[in-house]
């Protein structure tokens, strides 16, 4: 039986500041040649995205480790409100994780964009957990790529 809780307690939330726009941090996250860059946890990762964005539009994210592993995260989108707002939802699809909801709010500080994301709807801690160590690797690929 799910806890009643499961939307709260199985969720993660990463708060990050860009030197960037919220434009250009946007578009890092809605342009396929742009994701292909950072849109994986780590370096040993080659991306490829795909990406109709619109409400209803669906996306496509193919992670390919070194080692020859292949990790397909699909989803629809709910919401797009450029340059502040995107949501959502992220399956694998190996059925590992099924409609989890991924939100992503932008807003201008000090010359840069402060990205607030929040990953909910995991059927456990342990899912949230894989996430938000795989999140934390793209934040850091996401802030190499926006200054390069």
């Given amino acids: 039986m799910a806890s009643p809780n499961r939307g709260l307690e199985n969720s993660l939330r990463i708060t990050r500041f860009f030197q960037a726009t919220r434009e250009k ?24 995205a795909e990406v109709d964005l ?16 292949v990790h397909t995260a699909v989803g629809e989108y709910r919401e797009v409100a450029p340059p502040e707002r995107l949501v959502y939802t992220w399956s694998w699809e190996d059925g590992a994780v099924k409609d989890s909801l991924v939100t992503v709010e932008l807003r201008e500080l000090d ?25 934390t690797g793209c934040f850091n690929r996401l802030e190499a790529a926006l200054a390069g």
Avoid: N
């Fill in 25 to 48: 941090v946007f578009e890092a996250w809605t342009r396929p040649e742009q994701m292909s860059r950072w849109c994986a946890p780590s370096d040993e990762y080659s991306t490829i």
């Fill in 111 to 135: 010359g840069g964009a402060e990205l607030t994301l929040v990953h909910e709807q995991f059927a456990d801690a342990e899912q949230s957990a894989k996430h938000e160590q795989g999140w």
């Fill in 54 to 69: 619109r409400i209803g539009g669906r996306y496509r994210i193919e992670m390919t480790h070194a080692s020859g592993s």
